[in-house]
């Protein structure tokens, strides 16, 4: 076993913190909320420059031919900083879709623009009634004229609402539940017959429904109806990059919660020296810390060759860090009493952020089921 | 003894429902069923229905409107109308400031608000906690210096819920900042909230909602007739209205309720193929959540069975046990209504759904109230004194650690 970073990787993970302690502080912050996208385009090109826009793909890419372990630092720099942008759609799932399925020609259509900055994807494979299950696909794509005609909705799709292009996932063959005869499509986020409505999520973060009635796709990644494999990566790949995001936005919550236990005097004393507040934050550290295992352990999975093993590894990395951060928030509001409950306060947007993280790619009760369904 | 409710108890438990069954506004039930708050007319018109019939100023004494109910019947009543689930009585009005003045105030403060405080004509708050001064609540600063026969009042309140929609507030403020303890130069003022001189900011809370406020005093004069109890004696008062508080603060009814709700959505979404109602794990937390629920009703009837039969009028240190496992529940519940939602618990999209669908998307909305609810109550374990110091209570005033 080996818990180092190489150099390169100490490298890429100080220009991020740089970066972001430059340019992301939480006032900051704000104003990116209130831009149209609900994020920042600037922000969007610095990440371009240092090559983070790139960093999975190729060098042949225009990329940096990083693996997941590169991607948990940028993402653990974004935890800490609450970042706004469209990295993990863009770049991670949808990006990583491309990646793992597309040709060589939309590999080189695609991955350089994503890199350079110029386009944005999605990843709009999760329907309404789906919940966290993978297969359940209802979406349709029907050959018509040599490409696709797609029907159907897509739900809570991760900002679907400023991406370029979507990466649609839609029945080919089979039945609902089938994993077999999903495939994946790409779609202009301007063709006809597309609709789609943003909102915020609960952490500020933006997302989207959308429809398609009767869209053509002139692409379709890899083999029609053999997308399955790929949808379950691409949503591994996220898990472990949330994970990160995770772990960044736990150690946030528990050092503010520490310094304000230091500061915070009641009854003459600060709050931090009333041994129930030192054990719970003794016991937030204990968390952040087997979270951070659990995050590792998806980072190093990602690229586990045997699907079933990287399947159960995510999902217990997925519930372990999701435990951990739904405790180590909790009670970084608990220790800061009224002043943690309000949206003036940092400590509530970190602890939404791990909201949103916790209900995407499956909650607990999910990936417990997953892995409950295999005990021997 | 028998945990069962007597067959009066019974009856009275069916009369309750049937009349909220009854006399609940119909737009008022069907948001509420979707997890929203009472808006403010909801609960002022509820409030008068409840008040005609009798039964808003449920702990009071006769003479002042009380329906002469038993403890036990109060209960009943409560957590009947939390689980309908219909507007909460306002408990400003009707667990703090009302016993208050029946048991401190002058006839004058009775005759003038008690009757107007039962009918929601004036909407209380509660003018306690200060920046300085949360847990630690008899560090307050905020001072009232006599002049003739009024007070002028100087300082800041902070966490005043409701302070946006309430025409008058309970305010402790320091009289005697020379007193040998604390404790024994704070006064309770009763300060109409039109008075020159306040000034009420909204705090927006983490369920993107206004209930909090921060409340400025400049200057703001209060005549000396407005204060309850005598001067520097406001601690005791405190003390009082604090032990009320914490008794009323379980919400059984409330946790029942989301329970309920987060039944109803799980009938309706599916998990592994099935509805999400049929699946082991998701029935095991409920049935958990039952569990406990059924211990504090029990708990709770136990202490306010003992607490009608005691003389010296003093809150029982174990109601300290009422507001951490209640509020642990409240907790647990909404988090359970909240996880039934799945990844409809993190859209904001009420509007969005409006004008998307042509008919109302009733599980995508009580999706987003579920997740309102889960954050929001998060301060359950912070307001009403906090539950590490409501087990500092139980350390000192029960195990005398
Ligand atoms: C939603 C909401 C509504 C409210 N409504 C009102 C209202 O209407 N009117 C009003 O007057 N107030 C109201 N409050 C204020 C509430 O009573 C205070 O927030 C509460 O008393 C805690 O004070 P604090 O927020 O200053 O936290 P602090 O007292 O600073 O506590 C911070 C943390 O330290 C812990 N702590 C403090 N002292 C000790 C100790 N000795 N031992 C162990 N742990 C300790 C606390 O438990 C907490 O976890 C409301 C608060 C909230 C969140």
């Given at each position: 076993m080996d818990f180092d970073l190489s150099d390169d990787q100490r490298l890429l993970a100080d220009s991020v913190t740089r970066l972001m302690a430059d340019r992301y502080g939480f006032e900051a912050r704000k104003g990116f909320v209130k831009q149209d996208t609900g994020w920042s385009a600037e922000m969007w090109g610095r990440y371009a420059e240092l090559g983070l826009l790139g960093l999975p793909f190729a060098e042949e890419h225009g990329g940096f031919g990083g693996g997941p372990v590169d991607v948990m630092l940028v993402m653990q720099e974004f935890g800490r900083a609450l970042a706004l942008e469209p990295y993990l759609a863009t770049v991670v799932l949808g990006g990583g879709a491309v990646r793992l399925a597309g040709s060589a020609a939309q590999q080189a259509a695609i991955l350089p623009a994503i890199a350079e900055g110029g386009l944005k994807l999605a990843f709009a494979h999760s329907e309404r009634e789906a919940r966290y299950d993978l297969a359940d696909v209802q979406t349709t794509a029907k050959r018509a004229n040599g490409g696709w005609v797609l029907d159907g909705a897509k739900s809570v799709v991760l900002h679907g609402d400023s991406a370029d292009k979507l990466v649609v996932s839609a029945r080919v063959k089979g039945e609902r539940d089938d994993p077999d005869g999903i495939g994946l499509f790409l779609v202009d986020a301007g063709a006809e017959g597309l609709a789609r409505r943003g909102y915020a999520l609960r952490d500020e973060t933006r997302a989207a429904e959308i429809s398609l009635t009767n869209v053509v796709a002139a692409e379709i990644l890899g083999e029609p109806g053999a997308a399955f494999g790929t949808i379950a990566r691409v949503v591994e790949a996220g898990i472990a990059a949330m994970g990160a995001e995770a772990v960044g936005a736990m150690e946030t919550m528990q050092s503010m919660t520490l310094e304000y236990s230091r500061t915070r005097e009641q009854f003459g004393k600060p709050i931090g020296t009333n041994q129930v507040v030192q054990h719970r934050l003794s016991e937030m550290l204990m968390a952040l810390e087997q979270g951070r295992s659990m995050a590792m352990l998806a980072a190093m999975s990602v690229d586990e060759p045997d699907a079933a093993e990287r399947a159960r590894a995510i999902s217990m990395a997925k519930i372990g860090f999701g435990q951990a951060a739904r405790f180590v928030s909790q009670q970084a509001i608990q220790l800061h009493g009224g002043i943690g409950m309000t949206e003036e306060y940092a400590v509530g947007h970190y602890f939404r952020r791990a909201l949103v993280i916790e209900h995407t790619f499956g909650d607990t009760a999910y990936h417990l089921a997953r892995l409950a369904a295999e005990v021997e | 003894m028998d945990l069962r409710l007597t067959p009066e108890e019974r009856a009275f438990r069916d009369e309750v429902r049937a009349f909220i069954r009854d006399n609940l506004p119909t737009d008022t039930r069907e948001r509420m069923r979707l997890g929203y708050s009472p808006r403010k007319q909801d609960t002022v018109a509820w409030q008068r229905i409840l008040n005609k019939k009798g039964w808003a100023a449920i702990s009071w004494p006769k003479e002042w409107g009380g329906p002469g109910w038993s403890a036990v019947q109060r209960m009943i009543f409560i957590e009947e109308n939390q689980a309908a689930p219909a507007p909460e009585l306002l408990s400003f009005n009707i667990t703090m400031i009302g016993p208050v003045l029946i048991q401190f105030g002058t006839e004058a403060q009775k005759s003038r608000f008690l009757p107007r405080a039962a009918n929601l004509d004036d909407w209380w708050c509660q003018g306690f906690s200060e920046p300085g001064a949360?847990?630690?609540?008899?560090?307050?600063?905020t001072a009232a210096k006599r002049e003739g026969d009024h007070y002028i009042v100087n300082g800041s309140k902070i966490w005043t819920s409701t302070a946006h929609n309430a025409d008058w507030c309970f305010v402790l403020v320091r009289t005697n900042p020379n007193a040998a303890k604390r404790q024994e130069g704070i006064s309770f003022l009763l300060v109409?909230?039109?008075?020159?001189?306040i000034t009420v900011r909204p705090i927006v809370s983490i369920d993107g909602a206004h209930h909090l406020n921060e409340v400025f005093f400049d200057d703001v004069k209060v005549p000396v007739e407005m204060r309850v109890y005598e001067e520097n004696r406001g601690w005791d008062v405190a003390k009082f209205l604090l032990g009320n508080e914490r008794t009323g603060i379980a919400r059984l009814g409330k946790s029942r309720e989301r329970v309920a709700a987060a039944k109803e959505a799980a009938r309706s979404v599916r998990f592994n193929g099935r509805p999400?109602?049929?699946?082991a794990a998701f029935r095991q937390r409920v049935v958990q959540l039952e569990v406990d629920m059924k211990a504090l009703q029990i708990t709770q009837y136990r202490v306010v069975s003992a607490g009608a039969k005691k003389s010296d009028g003093r809150p029982d240190p174990l109601s300290s046990v009422l507001k951490v496992k209640g509020t642990e529940l409240l907790q647990a519940t909404t988090e359970l209504a909240m996880d039934t939602a799945g990844p409809l618990a993190m859209p904001i999209w009420a509007q969005e759904l409006a004008e998307m669908a042509n008919e109302p998307d009733m599980l995508a909305e009580a999706a987003e109230q579920a997740t309102g609810n889960y954050l929001f109550l998060r301060a359950a374990s912070i307001y009403g004194g906090t539950n590490e110091i409501q087990k500092n209570i139980l350390s000192k005033a029960v195990l005398r650690l």
């Amino acid at each position: 076993m080996d818990f180092d970073l190489s150099d390169d990787q100490r490298l890429l993970a100080d220009s991020v913190t740089r970066l972001m302690a430059d340019r992301y502080g939480f006032e900051a912050r704000k104003g990116f909320v209130k831009q149209d996208t609900g994020w920042s385009a600037e922000m969007w090109g610095r990440y371009a420059e240092l090559g983070l826009l790139g960093l999975p793909f190729a060098e042949e890419h225009g990329g940096f031919g990083g693996g997941p372990v590169d991607v948990m630092l940028v993402m653990q720099e974004f935890g800490r900083a609450l970042a706004l942008e469209p990295y993990l759609a863009t770049v991670v799932l949808g990006g990583g879709a491309v990646r793992l399925a597309g040709s060589a020609a939309q590999q080189a259509a695609i991955l350089p623009a994503i890199a350079e900055g110029g386009l944005k994807l999605a990843f709009a494979h999760s329907e309404r009634e789906a919940r966290y299950d993978l297969a359940d696909v209802q979406t349709t794509a029907k050959r018509a004229n040599g490409g696709w005609v797609l029907d159907g909705a897509k739900s809570v799709v991760l900002h679907g609402d400023s991406a370029d292009k979507l990466v649609v996932s839609a029945r080919v063959k089979g039945e609902r539940d089938d994993p077999d005869g999903i495939g994946l499509f790409l779609v202009d986020a301007g063709a006809e017959g597309l609709a789609r409505r943003g909102y915020a999520l609960r952490d500020e973060t933006r997302a989207a429904e959308i429809s398609l009635t009767n869209v053509v796709a002139a692409e379709i990644l890899g083999e029609p109806g053999a997308a399955f494999g790929t949808i379950a990566r691409v949503v591994e790949a996220g898990i472990a990059a949330m994970g990160a995001e995770a772990v960044g936005a736990m150690e946030t919550m528990q050092s503010m919660t520490l310094e304000y236990s230091r500061t915070r005097e009641q009854f003459g004393k600060p709050i931090g020296t009333n041994q129930v507040v030192q054990h719970r934050l003794s016991e937030m550290l204990m968390a952040l810390e087997q979270g951070r295992s659990m995050a590792m352990l998806a980072a190093m999975s990602v690229d586990e060759p045997d699907a079933a093993e990287r399947a159960r590894a995510i999902s217990m990395a997925k519930i372990g860090f999701g435990q951990a951060a739904r405790f180590v928030s909790q009670q970084a509001i608990q220790l800061h009493g009224g002043i943690g409950m309000t949206e003036e306060y940092a400590v509530g947007h970190y602890f939404r952020r791990a909201l949103v993280i916790e209900h995407t790619f499956g909650d607990t009760a999910y990936h417990l089921a997953r892995l409950a369904a295999e005990v021997e | 003894m028998d945990l069962r409710l007597t067959p009066e108890e019974r009856a009275f438990r069916d009369e309750v429902r049937a009349f909220i069954r009854d006399n609940l506004p119909t737009d008022t039930r069907e948001r509420m069923r979707l997890g929203y708050s009472p808006r403010k007319q909801d609960t002022v018109a509820w409030q008068r229905i409840l008040n005609k019939k009798g039964w808003a100023a449920i702990s009071w004494p006769k003479e002042w409107g009380g329906p002469g109910w038993s403890a036990v019947q109060r209960m009943i009543f409560i957590e009947e109308n939390q689980a309908a689930p219909a507007p909460e009585l306002l408990s400003f009005n009707i667990t703090m400031i009302g016993p208050v003045l029946i048991q401190f105030g002058t006839e004058a403060q009775k005759s003038r608000f008690l009757p107007r405080a039962a009918n929601l004509d004036d909407w209380w708050c509660q003018g306690f906690s200060e920046p300085g001064a949360g847990s630690d609540l008899a560090a307050l600063k905020t001072a009232a210096k006599r002049e003739g026969d009024h007070y002028i009042v100087n300082g800041s309140k902070i966490w005043t819920s409701t302070a946006h929609n309430a025409d008058w507030c309970f305010v402790l403020v320091r009289t005697n900042p020379n007193a040998a303890k604390r404790q024994e130069g704070i006064s309770f003022l009763l300060v109409d909230m039109k008075t020159p001189g306040i000034t009420v900011r909204p705090i927006v809370s983490i369920d993107g909602a206004h209930h909090l406020n921060e409340v400025f005093f400049d200057d703001v004069k209060v005549p000396v007739e407005m204060r309850v109890y005598e001067e520097n004696r406001g601690w005791d008062v405190a003390k009082f209205l604090l032990g009320n508080e914490r008794t009323g603060i379980a919400r059984l009814g409330k946790s029942r309720e989301r329970v309920a709700a987060a039944k109803e959505a799980a009938r309706s979404v599916r998990f592994n193929g099935r509805p999400l109602i049929e699946d082991a794990a998701f029935r095991q937390r409920v049935v958990q959540l039952e569990v406990d629920m059924k211990a504090l009703q029990i708990t709770q009837y136990r202490v306010v069975s003992a607490g009608a039969k005691k003389s010296d009028g003093r809150p029982d240190p174990l109601s300290s046990v009422l507001k951490v496992k209640g509020t642990e529940l409240l907790q647990a519940t909404t988090e359970l209504a909240m996880d039934t939602a799945g990844p409809l618990a993190m859209p904001i999209w009420a509007q969005e759904l409006a004008e998307m669908a042509n008919e109302p998307d009733m599980l995508a909305e009580a999706a987003e109230q579920a997740t309102g609810n889960y954050l929001f109550l998060r301060a359950a374990s912070i307001y009403g004194g906090t539950n590490e110091i409501q087990k500092n209570i139980l350390s000192k005033a029960v195990l005398r650690l």
